[in-house]
Nanobody, 126 residues
Framework: QVQLMQSGGGSVQVGGALRLSCQAS????????WGWFRQAPGKEREGVAK????????LYADSVKGRGTISQDKVAKALYLQIDDLEQEDTAMYYC???????????????????WGQGTQVTVSS
């Protein structure tokens, strides 16, 4: 079992930035995939970014490409997401998750993620 505890988020103005954190309850070794997801009201949950725990290779959704940065601190057992130049469309509940035993290139679906954080609300207003 891996528990993921999220922090950060809140209300931010358009053009601002957010930084979310996700703290794991145990050390996260290689050959795993961390991810950030979000769900806006009335919409399906979508992937935002992923990072491979071994190679640190990252993947971003088109919606945050160029604005988002996913990173990890393996010593601190933490995952981070920063999004700059926020848009109102970034308003959503954000979730971190981890897929154990899979590199990100082998994660084709959200159902491959084994453990999820509790969610953090981000509201972007003008």
């Amino acid at each position: 079992q891996v528990q993921l505890m999220q922090s950060g988020g809140g209300s931010v103005q358009v053009g601002g930035a957010l930084r979310l954190s996700c703290q794991a309850s145990t050390y996260i070794g290689r050959n795993n995939c961390w991810g950030w997801f979000r769900q806006a009201p009335g919409k399906e949950r979508e992937g935002v970014a992923k990072i491979d725990t071994g190679t640190s290779e990252t993947l971003y959704a088109d919606s945050v490409k160029g604005r988002g940065t996913i990173s990890q601190d393996k010593v601190a057992k933490a995952l981070y997401l920063q999004i700059d130049d926020l848009e109102q469309e970034d308003t959503a509940m954000y979730y971190c998750a981890i897929a154990l035993g899979r590199e990100c290139n082998n994660v084709a679906s959200q159902r491959h993620f084994d453990f999820w954080g509790q969610g953090t609300q981000v509201t972007v207003s003008s």
